[in-house]
């Protein structure tokens, strides 16, 4: 079964780290880029930035820089999205999305991780 | 960065009636050496992750129901859906993925 799993609902404080998971199953990992997706509580959906699969080169949308980061672990087809020195303004969902083969729209969506920071 | 405009914000339709949704780019999304629109269109019910309805501006995705149809070329396209079903609530996003960062409409709520 073609699919996307994301690790679970995090709550963290203010200033600590957090790391999702996103596991893929049911295609080859490295033919896909891997595309983060952050969506606000009752906001609307914004690009995060995405990873080649196949170089584990990842791009970050304008302020998505510094504090997040994207990495793979293709051992076991799984991509990441660390936040370092969680904000307030981090309280989101967290989408992996993937994109289809050369381009930026995305046909296999992950269900998504609520982070919270709250002290 | 491409500012892509919904409207409506908000749409209530009658059942087995037409909605249909208006997407507007800040600078064309036609890329004319292959004449193809880089605009999708996205379903995202509560407590779900979007799902991809349309792609090249009106290439359906493989299992969406044909009532789901998209239009439009250049800065102006829509999104219709005919004979509207109780499942079809949600919102309904554009994207553009002409250029980086892809951008998103600011979404339209569809009720019945």
């Known amino acids: 079964q073609v699919q996307l799993v994301q690790s679970g609902s995090e709550l963290n404080q203010p200033g600590a780290s957090v790391k999702v998971s996103c596991k893929a199953s049911?295609?080859?990992?490295?033919?896909?880029?891997m595309n983060w997706v952050r969506q606000a509580p009752g906001q609307g959906l914004e690009w995060m930035g995405w990873?080649?699969?196949?170089?584990?080169?990842?791009t970050y949308a304008q302020g998505f820089t510094g504090r997040f980061v994207f990495f793979l672990d293709t051992s076991v087809s799984t991509a990441y999205l660390q936040i370092n020195s969680l904000e307030a303004e981090d309280n989101a969902v967290y989408f992996c999305?993937?994109?289809?083969?050369?381009?930026?729209?995305?046909?296999?969506w992950g269900r998504g991780t609520l982070v919270t920071v709250s002290s | 960065d491409i500012v892509m405009t919904q409207s409506p914000d908000s749409l209530a339709v009658s059942l087995g009636e037409r909605a249909t949704i208006n997407c507007k780019s800040s600078?064309?999304?036609?890329?004319?050496?292959?004449?193809?629109?880089?605009l999708a269109w996205y379903q995202q019910k509560p407590g779900q992750p979007p799902k991809l309805l349309i792609y090249?501006?009106?290439t359906r995705d493989s299992g969406v129901p044909d009532r789901f149809s998209g239009s439009g070329s250049g800065t102006d396209f829509t999104l219709t859906i005919t004979s509207l079903q109780a499942e079809d609530v949600a919102v309904y996003y554009c994207?553009?993925?002409?250029?980086?960062?892809?951008?998103f409409g600011q979404g339209t709520k569809l009720e019945i």
């Open positions: 600078q064309s999304v036609l890329y004319s050496s292959n004449n193809k629109n880089y």
């Open positions: 090249w501006a009106s």
């Open positions: 990873i080649n699969t196949n170089t584990g080169n990842p």
């Open positions: 049911g295609y080859t990992f490295s033919t896909y880029d």
């Open positions: 999305a993937r994109g289809r083969q050369g381009y930026v729209y995305f046909d296999l």
């Open positions: 994207q553009q993925y002409y250029s980086t960062p892809v951008t």
